[in-house]
């Protein structure tokens, strides 16, 4: 048998006895324009309901975040283990000659041998889309500022195919002697032997590590979305929010960031599908390459050139402060900062845990990979946490741990500004 609920205000609305008392047993907060300042206090708006396509581009964006942004460095160390070893098993162990191992196997015509043209298909649409929405629509500071690591990674490509080639031409010789260059050998139908340099591992892994590094801006896009909507909260209802990273942006970048994410999000999850899918085909024909073609010698060095190449531009010279280009995923605000971390005990007497902290104790980073991390921090000290929020046991905890939080985020803005003018 079904009961009467009960009222959720009973007392809110006329007294009890008056003609207009059934009007109190209601189930909801009222609105409108009686609603007093103290009832509104903390409240903040919703995210829109999420559709089923939604959810389904979501979950295959996830499934490529986790393909492309494996562990870097890890990846870099397969590299060239698998260069090594599986080329001194291809040179000393015969495989069964497939049609992978022929030189005009589709694969090869198509893709590897203009390897370098696929990747730019795709880099540089999302380099320009991805800098220029987090750059508010700043063409020019776009154009500064990011778009020359393509002109620096094509650069690169076609230096080090060029050595390879000039390398190979002057410490070779021809099978037949009377022949002094490449071209006049091979055109008489003869063999060149020197020592060619993989232009096909190198273009294979230079080109796959840059497709990493350049996707890194889809890290935490979503959370732009939530960003505008909490900001457009704080201006309209004349809250200063010390956290916000668009707190800083004037209301004429305001409107293009809302603008740009809203209508160059789907080009750019769909370029970021694409560029996973290629970066795991540069794995695979990379793969074959080790096993069919070249020496071992050759293979690693060629191997070593382009990590050493990727090593010197995306983790020396872009994150380098004051030098340009900038790091992929900078712009004129910081959606990929730091995730905040809460190290207090669950007990109400916040002082000691607050204490505890200011000595730095802890700290909260973000890994080259995406992923937050925490350090020196003990699991029974940090504070529970229900779907990523923090769970105050009393009003005085939450005062304390805001506080404490802005106090921080503050201390890391000096700190980073007197870097900057160090620099």
Known sequence: MAT????LRPNLGATAGSPSSSGSNMNFRPGGPDITRSEARGTRPTAAPTSIRE?????????????????TDLKVALYLGSLFVISVIGDFVPFPKTYFARSDNLFNQYFVKIGWGWTLLFVVPFLVLSAYTITCGDHKRML?????????????????TKMFNVVENSYGRCTTKGYASKSSCLKAGHLWKGFDISGHAFILIHSSL???????????????KEHIRNERHNRSTAENSGTNPLRTLNEEQMRSLQFLYKRLTPIIRTLFIGMAALQLLW?????????????????????IIAILTWYFTYRFWYPTPGLLPEAPGN??????????????????????????????????????????????VPRDQQMPTFMGMPLFTSPKAATAAANLLMTEQQKRERDREQQTLES
Not at 283 to 303: A, N
């Open 144 to 160: 500064r500022h990011h778009f020359p690591r393509i002109v620096i990674a094509t650069f690169f490509w076609y230096f080090w």
């Open 4 to 7: 009467k609920r009960r009222p």
């Open 55 to 71: 959810i389904l581009v979501m979950g295959v964006i996830h499934l490529c975040k986790k393909t492309i942004f494996f562990n």
């Open 210 to 224: 840059v497709l990493i590094e350049e996707a890194r801006p889809i890290i935490r896009w979503e959370t732009i």
């Open 331 to 376: 712009g004129s605000f910081s959606y990929q900062r730091e995730i905040p971390t809460f190290p207090f005990k669950r007990p109400s007497h916040l002082t000691t845990g607050a204490a505890s902290t200011g000595s730095g104790s802890s700290s909260s980073r973000t890994n080259v990979n995406g992923k937050a991390a925490t350090t020196g």
């Open 283 to 303: 794995d695979i024909m990379l793969v074959g390459t080790m096993l069919y073609y070249h020496r071992m010698i050759e293979k690693v060095i060629s191997g």
